[in-house]
């Protein structure tokens, strides 16, 4: 069965950049999907971006494609979001997930299982 451990977060300033690391373990498809998501109180949890396991298709949330960035390192089993210019409104628990990839669906948090912990991000102003 699919683990997901996210690592990674941290206390920054406003413009420092953080990145963040999702080590998946057992047994995941090239038609899997790993996204990233956050999750601030009081707001639901929205979709960052993912990436799929074999093509390395990329989708982004259009308020941070310009500054984060997704990748995937199949030999060690780690999908990475890099995040640049960080801005205090950034600052959530950061969730990765695994789906099988479906182009209309991508970003329904819904859709996605399993789940990790969540990794911290506090973004100072």
């Known amino acids: 069965q699919m683990q997901l451990v996210e690592s990674g977060g941290g206390l920054v300033q406003a413009g420092d950049s953080l990145t963040l690391s999702c080590a998946v373990s057992?047994?995941?498809?090239?038609?899997?999907?790993v996204g990233w998501f956050r999750q601030s109180p009081g707001k639901e949890r929205e979709f960052v971006a993912s990436?799929?396991?074999?093509?390395?298709?990329?989708d982004y949330r259009d308020s941070v494609k310009d500054r984060f960035t997704i990748s995937r390192d199949n030999a060690k089993r780690t999908v990475s979001l890099q995040m640049n210019s960080l801005k205090p409104e950034d600052t959530a628990r950061y969730y990765c997930?695994?789906?099988?990839?479906?182009?209309?669906?991508?970003?329904?948090?819904?859709?996605?299982?399993?789940w990790g912990q969540g990794t911290q991000v506090t973004v100072s102003s």
């Open positions: 997930a695994a789906k099988l990839y479906d182009r209309r669906t991508y970003a329904y948090t819904a859709s996605y299982h399993p």
């Open positions: 057992g047994r995941i498809l090239s038609r899997h999907a």
């Open positions: 990436i799929t396991w074999g093509d390395g298709i990329k």
